[in-house]
């Protein structure tokens, strides 16, 4: 079985190339797709140019290829174009599994970021191909320019309020999909990917005062005072409103949910808030 991974250079990518080795796999089964070929080098398996923006490329590197990992683009506002030229190369190449890395509840979430994520997976399924959904919560290491920005201020601020977020670590999220892949069955699933435990930001402010060694408080912003603050801060007005969004979606619950699927996945517990956070430390 042939196991191709788009994405492959990102962090995501490489972690998830990372466990199919741990896992056993041939690495002349794994197949690194990537912009840049020479910044897969030190992957230790096969590198092919594969660039969502050029289709040619994408088709080319599924030649072969029986299991596609989609890891979404990175690029918000183009990644449905993107996602699309990847789901119209596995179709004509017949792939027996397709593993799309998608979003909380894609389908139903108001999440500033679901849309897209919801339109991927109706062409996945309008394209009919033989599906995995892992819809990925957040990642511990998302929170690295807060926890460097506590340990210099003493503060941590954002409109979430008290929404809970279920993160879990990048690794923890590429084992599931090393899982996926690598398995027999999982076909047509579709798995909600959380950490154990749900915090607060409280709990994170916790967190990054146990990390830095200093005491790190929470400040919750309302929306519009968020909103000001990110302006101040010298963001323009669409980023400023995103971030803004995103913390009133997981102020309203959009990340709060976690029922041990990812866990039960990998076989362990999902990496601690802490013991996630120190690796970016």
Do not use: C
């Not at 990537?34 to 590198?47: I, N």
């Amino acid at each position: 079985m042939t196991i191709l991974v788009t994405g492959a250079t990102g962090n995501l990518g490489r972690l998830i190339i990372a466990s199919l080795l741990e896992r056993g796999a041939d690495p002349q089964s794994i197949v690194a797709g990537a912009r840049d070929t020479a910044k897969a080098a030190d992957l230790g398996v096969r590198a092919v140019r594969l660039d969502y923006t050029d289709p040619a490329s994408v088709a080319a590197a599924l030649e072969g290829v029986e299991t596609v990992v989609l890891v979404s683009g990175s690029e918000v506002g183009q990644r449905v174009p993107q996602h699309q030229a990847v789901i119209d190369a596995a179709k004509a190449a017949g792939v027996s599994k397709f593993v799309y890395t998608s979003a909380p509840k894609a389908t139903t979430s108001d999440l500033v970021l679901a849309p897209e994520h919801k339109a991927t997976e109706e062409l996945i399924a309008a394209a009919g191909l033989p599906s995995v959904i892992l819809r990925n919560n957040w990642y511990t290491e998302n929170y690295a320019a807060d926890l460097a920005r506590a340990a210099e201020t003493g503060v941590l601020t954002s409109g979430t309020g008290e929404g809970r977020v279920a993160s879990a670590s990048r690794k923890d999220f590429a084992e599931a999909a090393a899982v996926v892949a690598l398995e027999d069955g999982h076909i047509g699933e579709v798995y909600e990917l959380g950490g154990d435990v749900a915090w607060t930001y409280s709990d994170l402010a916790a967190a990054f005062s146990e990390i830095t060694g200093r005491e790190v408080s929470f400040v919750p912003l309302s929306f519009d005072d968020q909103l000001a603050a990110l302006r101040e801060a010298g963001l323009d007005e669409g980023t400023a409103g995103f971030v803004a969004a995103l913390d009133a979606g997981i102020r309203d619950g959009a990340l709060a949910e976690t029922d041990g699927t990812l866990a039960r996945l990998i076989g362990r517990p999902t990496t601690p808030l802490v013991d996630g956070l120190r690796t970016v430390a």
